[in-house]
């Protein structure tokens, strides 16, 4: 069965770079969420998305933006970079309802030098 | 706003030991309940849920949870732990009467398995 997919797996950044992730959801999924996990840390809940609107918003920085597309996808934008971004960032993806399950991605390691 | 604590940062088991895993949440309105376990190298994986009903929720690999409501606690629990149960467990939170779908995390706690 298709799952979350998230590109790229793994990137290394300077400080100051942007980097761009990108999640696929599962099909027929119309959610998706972005979580941050540093090393040793939780995961932290950063932005969120429903049919392509924002629909929550945690602790995100100024410095980073995302939006999901028309296919469902989503991309999380970050710039300035700094070295503090250095993380797992994982993005999960559900259908609305109540019996609402998410499924995460793999995640993408970010680093930065 | 909703919070998790799992006091249970690190813990240390040998094979066929039991297993309980401590987790409370702050909110007084409904809430919706997880637990999630990431293996070593892994993404996160649910275990199990409690959304309604019998408060005992059976999950998968023979884990299993108790909502008490009035002690705001949702405990893991496995009878006998496997070598293969070693990962981060993490307790999970969301209040589906604030609109706020997102969920909330627990700190985790980090299960070793020494055969």
């Known amino acids: 069965a298709a799952g979350v997919i998230q590109s790229p797996r793994h990137l290394i950044k300077e400080k100051r770079e942007t980097a761009t992730l990108k999640c696929y959801p599962i099909?027929?999924?119309?959610?998706v969420y972005w979580y941050q996990q540093g090393p040793g840390q939780d995961p932290q809940f950063l932005i969120s998305?429903?049919?392509?609107?924002?629909?929550d918003k945690g602790s995100i920085p100024d410095r980073f933006s995302a939006q999901q597309f028309s296919d469902y996808h989503s991309e999380l934008n970050m710039s300035s970079l700094e070295l503090g971004d250095s993380a797992l960032y994982f993005c999960?993806?559900?259908?609305?309802?109540?019996?609402?399950?998410?499924?995460f991605g793999s995640g993408t390691q970010l680093s930065v030098l | 706003a909703q919070s998790v604590s799992q006091h249970n940062h690190h813990v240390i088991l040998s094979e066929a030991a039991s297993l309980e895993l401590g987790c409370n949440y702050s909110?007084?309105?409904?809430?919706?309940l997880f637990w999630y376990v990431q293996y070593p190298g892994q993404h996160l994986q649910l275990l199990l849920k409690?959304?309604?009903?019998?408060?005992l929720v059976k999950g998968i690999k023979g884990f299993e949870a108790e909502f008490i409501k009035s002690k705001f606690s949702f405990n893991l629990r496995k009878p006998s732990v496997q070598w293969s149960d070693t990962a981060e467990y993490f307790c999970?939170?969301?209040?589906?009467?604030?609109?706020?779908?997102?969920?909330?995390f627990g700190s985790g706690t980090r299960l070793q398995v020494q055969p």
């Open positions: 998305f429903y049919e392509k609107m924002q629909s």
């Open positions: 999960a993806s559900s259908l609305q309802g109540p019996a609402e399950k998410l499924f």
């Open positions: 409690y959304f309604s009903g019998d408060p």
């Open positions: 999970a939170v969301n209040a589906p009467d604030t609109g706020r779908r997102a969920l909330t």
């Open positions: 099909p027929r999924h119309d959610t």
């Open positions: 909110y007084g309105g409904t809430v919706n």
